[in-house]
């Protein structure tokens, strides 16, 4: 059974920081591309950052290009997202991600983590 457990969200002022941290169990963590999405009241959930399996190319939306890092650890199994310079737009519940694409799909979310930035 897989399992993606996010951690980190909370509340922070703008221009703060924080880190999510994703856990993943229950699948062959290294050889999937692990992003991180994310949906606010009222809107489509989008795309934030991804990092590939193999040469851990990242992939950013523009909105947090050069203010998020998005990072794995094949080790433990978990990728981070490190925010920092944090705006109130940033406010959402941030979803993490795992996927494969290869011989098969697979596509696997966790329950979601809130972050929101205040004024």
């Known amino acids: 059974q897989v399992q993606l457990v996010e951690s980190g969200g909370g509340l922070v002022q703008a221009g703060g920081s924080l880190r999510l941290s994703c856990a993943a169990s229950g699948l062959i963590f290294s050889i999937y591309t692990m992003g991180w999405y994310r949906q606010a009241p009222g809107n489509q959930r989008e795309l934030v950052a991804t990092?590939?399996?193999?040469?851990?190319?990242?992939n950013y939306a523009d909105s947090v290009k050069g203010r998020f890092t998005i990072s794995r650890d094949n080790n433990k199994n978990t990728v981070y997202l490190q925010m920092n310079s944090l705006k109130p737009e940033d406010t959402a519940v941030y979803f993490c991600?795992?996927?494969?694409?290869?011989?098969?799909?697979?596509?696997?979310w966790g329950q979601g983590t809130q972050v929101t930035v205040s004024s």
């Open positions: 991600n795992a996927k494969y694409t290869a011989f098969v799909t697979r596509n696997y």
């Open positions: 990092i590939t399996s193999g040469d851990g190319s990242t």
